[in-house]
């Protein structure tokens, strides 16, 4: 079939939602995925909020229901100041249930669910479907397409098509996407975007990550930390690119997949002077960590090395160093969670409520990137492990900045120097 230009088969509603598939010989969401047999629907019914809707055998995770909840939330609060329903792209939309809660619950005028694996379509419309497909003055509302996610993405741009909210819930660290989505969204419109790939995160694949978002990344301890500065890094060269500046509104860590999700804010203008993009290094040795600019790059060095390089050093970047959320935007959040009944329900285990207090105390301009994990403190200190909820306490006595990390349980965000935290941990020994 000779492949189809975007604008030929939408309709003016936007578009008709019978699209075929442009290439019917392969996957366009991964070249290397064959196209799988049409998705059958099951009895089975899966419930999200209260709102119903089937999985078949499509890829689904139920583990990823808070990171929904978020993006739900934050569409409310966005479209608050729109003069009516945000427009949301939901570009790789797998069974559809992000599209449905767009629908119901964060009352989208218009949403575009796309997913390039043509065969979860009868799947996407029985779901959709619990929604009507056109508002009382014949407005469509929603619309299914199959399609390669950086062509609807591309195209809706070039016919200035423009949303609201992007959100792409992609695999692995493939950045394409994020200048597509930047260039589909409407001046001061959200952009969710998605990184699974721990190994990067990690340090595992420095070369990786530098191709795909241009930061050479080394191990550190806060690995899940640098994953979404990984990815904060990455989307600010894009827009930068492009002309425009970036805001992380919250960062999200799942420890399932690993999964890094960042809600962006994405403006029309310059790039800020002081602008938080450097690079980060980690001593092996006393366990502490510096911030450098790119002007003092080459003067990387530390305390515990008499000022001198040290081979324990490692440096990565470069990637934001700056907050990984706005205080006011999770406040918010956290008010409409409590008035919709959701802040003091738990969903697989994890409590909305405990986990935006946690965002919002990270959101301290006072706490610097990364986080220390107090089994590193007690094996540096040769003693137990100090509870987690003590050490706070105890950090803050002493005049420092202290949180908890939403991203490991184990762990305090804080201002303190590795060397201090070992000496107030066997302080708190002594004292017991």
Not at 148 to 164: G, I, K, P, T
Not at 194 to 221: E, I, N, W
Not at 286 to 313: D, H, M, Y
Not at 353 to 359: G, P, S, V, W
Request: hydrophobic share 35%; proline share 6%; with cysteine.
């Amino acid at each position: 079939m000779a492949s189809l230009s975007l604008h030929q088969t939408l309709s003016s509603l936007p578009l008709t939602p019978q699209l075929p598939n442009p290439n019917p010989n392969s996957n366009p969401r991964s070249r290397s995925v064959p196209l799988r047999k049409t998705l059958t629907l099951s009895n089975a019914k899966e419930s999200e909020r209260g709102i119903e809707f089937e999985t078949g055998d499509s890829f689904f995770r139920r583990e990823s229901a808070i990171g929904r909840d978020l993006g739900i939330l934050a569409a409310v609060i966005h479209g608050r100041n729109l003069s009516r329903g945000p427009r949301v792209l939901d570009a790789m939309c797998g069974c559809g249930v992000r599209a449905l809660r767009y629908l119901s619950q964060a009352g989208a005028g218009f949403v575009w669910a796309n997913d390039a694996y043509d065969g979860s379509r009868g799947l996407i419309l029985s779901n959709l479907g619990s929604e009507p497909r056109f508002s009382p003055d014949g407005e469509r509302r929603w619309v299914v397409t199959h399609l390669d996610a950086n062509r609807v993405l591309f195209e809706s741009y070039l016919q200035r098509n423009f949303f609201d909210l992007v959100d792409v819930d992609s695999f692995g660290s493939d950045s394409s996407f994020l200048r597509s989505s930047m260039m589909a969204l409407k001046k001061g419109g959200l952009l969710y975007a998605t990184s699974t790939d721990g190994y990067s995160s990690g340090g595992h694949r420095p070369q990786h990550s530098l191709a795909s978002y241009g930061a050479y990344v080394r191990p550190m301890p806060y690995a899940n930390e640098v994953g979404l500065r990984l990815l904060i890094g990455g989307a600010l060269r894009e827009a930068s690119a492009l002309g425009f500046h970036i805001s992380p509104l919250f960062s999200y860590y799942s420890y399932h997949g690993p999964v890094f999700r960042v809600m962006f804010k994405v403006d029309h203008g310059m790039l800020h002077e002081n602008l938080h993009y450097g690079f980060i290094s980690y001593c092996h040795q006393c366990g502490n960590s510096q911030a450098f600019t790119w002007e003092k790059l080459g003067q990387i060095c530390c305390p515990c090395n008499n000022g001198g390089v040290s081979r324990s050093v490692v440096v990565s970047g470069p990637l934001w160093t700056g907050p990984l959320h706005n205080a006011d935007y999770l406040n918010e959040m956290l008010k409409l969670a409590e008035e919709w009944g959701w802040a003091y329900t738990k969903q697989n285990g994890i409590d909305l409520q405990k986990l935006l207090n946690q965002m919002i105390d990270e959101s301290n301009p006072l706490l610097p990137f990364g986080y220390i994990k107090l089994d590193e403190v007690a094996s540096r200190a040769k003693i137990n492990s100090p509870p987690v909820s003590t050490m706070i306490n105890a950090l803050q006595k002493e005049g420092y900045a202290a949180t908890r990390s939403h991203i490991a349980p184990n762990a305090i965000k804080t201002n303190c120097p590795m060397g201090s935290c070992i000496q107030i941990a066997k302080e708190l020994r002594h004292a017991n």
